[in-house]
Antibody, heavy 122, light 106 residues
């Protein structure tokens, strides 16, 4: 079975940084693109970033471009999201999700992790 | 960016009733439309992809149709476990965008 397990969330001050991880198992990690999607408390879903299976193509929402960096380590089957210059508007549960194909343009997310909460507050 | 608008925002229904949720895209997206279910405190779950294709393991009471700008998710006979929030999502282009959600309540 596909399993995605996020970690790294926690309280951070405005202007601070945090790195989220998503450990993947149960599938060939490099065969599939991956994404981060977030959900502010009581709100809907917002796509954050995607990365191709090989890691050679990335895409970002305008709201995080220049502040967040997505990456993946095939040797560890792990997806990352480096988040810098955090603001209160970044407060959310962050989910990692698996695409159905290797490219970022296949924007269907068929498996999701349980999420990790990132509160940004002083 | 393509805006996705769902209606209604919430609906009340009984077990056994039929539920219909509409999603409208701000421009044509062919059939690049997915539906997800989310229960409180849980991750979203893919139900329908490519507008009408049932994801593996999803009960056949869920169905989707539509193309272009207008799409519908139908639950033919609501079961207790179907009370949740449903989101549509366009996979036509970047940025990937979701509807605001429809909460299905008892």
């Amino acid at each position: 079975d596909v399993q995605l397990l996020e970690s790294g969330g926690g309280m951070v001050q405005p202007g601070g940084s945090l790195r989220l991880s998503c450990a993947a198992s149960g599938f060939s990690f490099t065969t599939y693109a991956m994404s981060w999607v977030r959900q502010a408390p009581g709100k809907g879903l917002e796509w954050v970033s995607s990365i191709s299976g090989r890691g050679d193509d990335t895409d970002y929402a305008d709201s995080v471009k220049g502040r967040f960096t997505i990456s993946r380590d095939s040797s560890k089957n792990t997806l990352y999201l480096q988040m810098n210059s955090l603001t209160a508007e970044d407060t959310a549960v962050y989910y990692c999700a698996k695409h159905t194909r290797s490219t970022v343009v296949t924007r269907t997310l068929d498996n999701w992790g349980q999420g990790t909460l990132v509160p940004v507050s002083s | 960016d393509i805006q996705m608008t769902q209606s209604p925002s919430s609906l009340s229904a009984s077990v056994g009733q039929r539920a219909t949720i509409t999603c409208r895209a701000s421009q044509s997206i062919s059939t690049y439309l997915n539906w997800y279910q989310q229960k409180p405190g849980k991750a979203p779950r893919l139900l329908i992809y490519a507008a009408s294709r049932l994801q593996s393991g999803v009960p056949s009471r869920f169905s989707g149709n539509g193309s272009g700008t207008d799409f519908i998710l139908t639950i033919s006979s609501l079961q207790p476990e179907d009370f949740a929030t449903y989101y549509c999502q366009q996979s036509y282009n970047s940025p990937l965008t979701f509807g605001q959600g429809t909460k299905v309540e008892i």
